[in-house]
């Protein structure tokens, strides 16, 4: 499993021009499930995005979790993530999982950080989306679980 944890001001995720989710403060993840996944790394991945420290302190240090914050947390899944890019120049996807065990794993990640106390905002599992976002800093996190 991958994700992406942008550390945002704002962000949301329409389909058909419809915004569907959307947080101010927080995290956007983006979440790619790949076939060697199970609800046991899954649940750990959720864990570590929800205490992962990339937000900052008093002092400007990043020392403070989503939770410390006050911020949110919108996942949009993004199968894309777990593209082969090592041959030529157009990607694979062989190495994402089949859709059916990527929105059963996406959705049970969202169930996880909802268990931790979070409302979470998702996009639409397989839909064409439009992701907007201000990214705080830039930060960005590459996280393999």
Do not use: H, W
């Not at 790619?32 to 790394?41: F, S």
């Not at 990527?102 to 931790?116: A, H, I, P, V």
Request: with cysteine; charged share 25%.
């Amino acid at each position: 499993m991958i994700a992406l944890l942008q550390r945002v001001t704002q962000a949301n995720v329409s389909v058909d021009k419809k915004v569907i989710g959307e947080i101010g403060n927080g995290l956007l993840v983006l979440l790619a499930v790949e076939p060697e996944d199970n609800e046991a790394n899954v649940k750990r991945l959720a864990e570590k995005v929800a205490k992962y420290r990339i937000f900052e302190d008093e002092n400007g240090k990043m020392n403070l979790n989503v939770a410390q914050v006050d911020g949110d947390i919108l996942v949009v899944s993004q199968f894309t993530l777990a593209a082969d890019t090592s041959r030529g120049l157009r990607p694979s996807f062989t190495s994402a999982a089949s859709p059916e065990m990527g929105n059963k794993y996406y959705q049970y990640f969202c169930q996880c950080l909802r268990e931790l106390g979070f409302q979470v905002p998702t996009g639409e599992f397989g839909a064409d989306m439009k992701v907007s976002l201000t990214n705080d800093g830039p930060v960005t996190i590459y996280l393999k679980g």
